[in-house]
């Protein structure tokens, strides 16, 4: 009987849910600059007990640790560390690449690059997850700095070249020559719009990247497959705070830097971690919590990346939790619709790569993304650049379109929509060529 009157009252809770779910009003972004709600940051230079943070070292052994934890517990997650049994297969090497099609201004060096393919294993088993790096490098002496990013349709569609591995994850089937959700020879190339390697390479630059589906497939599953199902405690409920799907392709991103760290043709101090939207939100985080990246890029990162949760312009916090729940820990469901309660805002997450270069992109139809509060939450991140004795940002207006801003925290909103396109890239390199270093 009692367990009928459960049943009962279970059965009239699902109703009542989905008449609720059914009853959501569908989401109307706000456009309307004089409708931000007003809003107070918070400050990154006074702790959570209200001191004012006034040294470098104050900042180094307080307040740094105190908002990684508070980004930690309220948004992204908490991610496990290094697995004790990580190895590194490079199952391709090949110095000897034809890449691009010979034309007099080829420079030289990247007549032939090298390609390298490395098998990350994240538990040491053959049959574990693991992630495939897709690796080019310039032929133009050793060591080189190099950008790494994650990209969205496996590492066989960064270029056409036969010798990648086609990728054998789950992959959404909306992309080009993907059947029943896995890739296809038609599948290559698809995003070489993406990945100008001649560009790049010829100004001595490697890439290195791959799929994010290997880490974590993007789609909610109750963190059952990639590496939550690997790592994380089947028997015990999920923590509110545990890593979610972002929280995951960073901690994707370090254990590649953990291979290129033991890798003699790329300078380890010199990598540049980059990712465009929902990666870039990924890259931002990676970069603040890993400090072996030496600058960060955020193309178009959006909410939950560069832009501030607290204009609600564009994407908000409710939405993006409410689309996709596997992206944030369970905690940051809390803030929907209630930004203002939120102990950290995105300046702050810039503010974690200090004082390390870092440069945030916006595109000018991308306005789901909020390009203004993208560009602000880089200005905010200033006073924590310059008290670590840096430049911080150059300007305090948004700039005009095309106008980049290249001092340590570097800045362009271009033409044109959500994407990474050549002028971004561009801009990175020179960006790259500023503040990494020339070889
Ligand atoms: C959108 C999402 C954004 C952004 C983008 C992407 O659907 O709302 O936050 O991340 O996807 O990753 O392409």
């Not at 779910?21 to 959570?48: C, G």
């Not at 959404?172 to 296809?184: E, F, H, L, M």
């Not at 955020?298 to 607290?310: E, I, K, M, T, V």
Request: overall charge neutral; some cysteine; proline content about 8%.
């Amino acid at each position: 009987m009692v367990r009928r009157i459960v049943a009962w009252l279970g059965g009239v809770v699902l109703v009542v849910g989905q008449a609720a779910w059914a009853a959501q009003p569908e989401f109307k972004p706000n456009y309307d600059e004089s409708k931000v709600p007003a809003y107070e940051l918070p400050d990154p230079l006074v702790t959570r007990d209200g001191r004012p943070v006034a040294d470098a070292r104050t900042w180094r052994e307080v307040r740094r640790p105190e908002i990684l934890e508070l980004f930690r517990t309220h948004v992204y997650g908490r991610a496990p560390g290094r697995p004790a049994k990580l190895t590194f297969d490079v199952f391709d090497l090949d110095r000897a690449v034809e890449l691009f099609p010979a034309t007099a201004t080829r420079p030289a060096g990247i007549a032939h690059v090298t390609r390298k393919q490395v098998t990350i294993r994240l538990t040491g088993q053959a049959d574990g997850p693991s992630i495939d790096l897709l690796m080019y490098l310039p032929n133009l002496g050793r060591p080189v700095p190099v950008f790494l990013l994650l990209n969205f349709a496996g590492n066989h569609a960064v270029c056409t070249d036969p010798g990648i591995r086609l990728s054998r994850s789950w992959m959404r089937s909306s992309y080009p020559g993907v059947v029943d959700n896995r890739a296809t020879e038609a599948s290559r190339g698809s995003a070489a719009s993406r990945f100008p390697l001649d560009q790049i390479l010829a100004r001595g630059y490697g890439v290195v990247t791959a799929y994010y589906g290997d880490i974590d497939p993007d789609f909610d599953d109750g963190f059952k497959n990639g590496v939550h199902g690997a790592f994380d405690r089947p028997d015990a409920p999920r923590p509110p705070d545990a890593w979610g799907s972002i929280a995951a392709w960073a901690w994707g991103l370090s254990r590649a830097m953990d291979y290129l760290e033991t890798d003699p043709d790329v300078d380890s101090r010199r990598v540049a971690v980059l990712g465009h939207s929902r990666l870039g939100k990924t890259a931002l985080w990676a970069g603040a919590q890993d400090e072996r990246f030496a600058m960060v890029i955020s193309n178009n990162s959006g909410c939950g990346g560069a832009a501030l949760s607290r204009r609600c312009f564009g994407e908000t916090v409710t939405r993006i939790n409410q689309h996709f729940p596997h992206w944030f820990c369970e905690n940051f469901k809390r803030y929907n619709d209630r930004e203002s309660e939120l102990p950290v805002d995105q300046h702050m997450l810039i503010a974690l790569i200090a004082p390390r270069p870092v440069y945030v992109a916006s595109a000018e139809e991308d306005r789901w993304a909020d390009p203004k509060g993208e560009f602000l939450s880089a200005r905010h991140a200033d006073p924590v650049y310059r008290l670590l004795g840096t430049d911080g940002m150059a300007v305090s207006d948004m700039p005009e379109l095309g106008q980049p801003v290249m001092s340590t925290i570097g800045y362009h909103i271009r033409p044109g929509k959500h994407d990474l396109a050549l002028y971004d890239w561009q801009r990175y390199v020179d960006f790259a060529d500023k503040h990494l270093g020339k070889r």
